[in-house]
């Protein structure tokens, strides 16, 4: 048995932190260093980072809700085959089902659940402990979040086309700017009814983080997003803005 064993929780590391975002940077930090320790792949600290991003602030912002005389409590332990973590806050609780489904066209420009929905897509394991309390979620190695005939390390071709107030906003010199970070091929362009279309290849992860990134970036000038997914055609060299 290691000093911390992911299967058994009385072993595993912890820090209790003040419900500041500055202050849960540390464990944060820390726990990504040790996935890159035991050799973790650039995929799952990426997944990993992601989601405790999201877990992180829900405890301070919507747990504790920014009260600085609570705390948040993490505890983690990670090995070479999987890494567990659990965030807790001091708040009141919440009910995951009661959350309404952030993908929904309605709910599109209204931040809240996202945290939810990205911790469950990029994680393997989750579970909503002591009535909302407590997150627990794991990140294997060899990752089985994503099933399908696909390899998310295949490369697909996706269309969106956002509408709502997207064009004269900046909508294509954001997602221009953004595409910078992720490795991503493509263009984005505005459309006559008045949509932005954005046309991206790369694989499933690189462009669930991109779409993610703009919808983020953009959530106040999107009211919808209609996506779909095609084999690539291997006809871009970098990502541009399309008149």
Do not use: W
């Not at 005389?69 to 919440?94: C, H, L, N, Q, T």
């Amino acid at each position: 048995m290691t000093a911390f064993d992911p299967d058994n929780e009385s072993t595993f590391h912890e820090c209790v932190v003040a419900s500041d975002l500055r202050e849960v940077c540390a464990p944060k930090q820390s726990i990504l260093t040790e996935l890159q320790r035991c050799g973790y792949g650039e995929e799952a600290v990426f997944a990993m980072k992601l989601a405790l991003e999201e877990a992180l602030t829900n405890a301070v912002k919507h747990g504790n809700r920014g009260d600085p005389k609570k705390k948040v409590i993490v505890r983690f332990a990670v090995s070479p085959e999987k890494a567990v973590v659990v965030v807790r806050d001091e708040g009141g609780g919440f009910l995951p089902d009661d959350v309404p489904d952030c993908t929904s066209p309605d709910r599109l420009p209204v931040p809240n659940g996202r945290g939810i929905m990205l911790i469950r897509a990029y994680m393997d394991e989750v579970c909503y402990r002591d009535h909302g309390r407590e997150v627990y979620f794991v990140k294997r190695r060899v990752s089985t979040a994503r099933t399908g005939c696909c390899s998310c390390n295949d490369v697909i071709r996706r269309t969106v086309r956002f509408s709502g107030n997207v064009q004269g906003v900046g909508f294509r010199y954001t997602a221009a700017n953004l595409a910078t970070r992720f490795r991503v091929a493509g263009y984005v362009r505005n459309l006559p009814d008045g949509r932005v279309e954005l046309v991206a290849e790369g694989t499933e992860v690189e462009l669930d983080r991109f779409q993610c990134e703009i919808e983020k970036a953009m959530s106040s000038a999107i009211r919808d997003a209609a996506s779909s997914d095609a084999p690539p055609t291997g006809e871009f060299k970098a990502f541009s803005i399309s008149h």
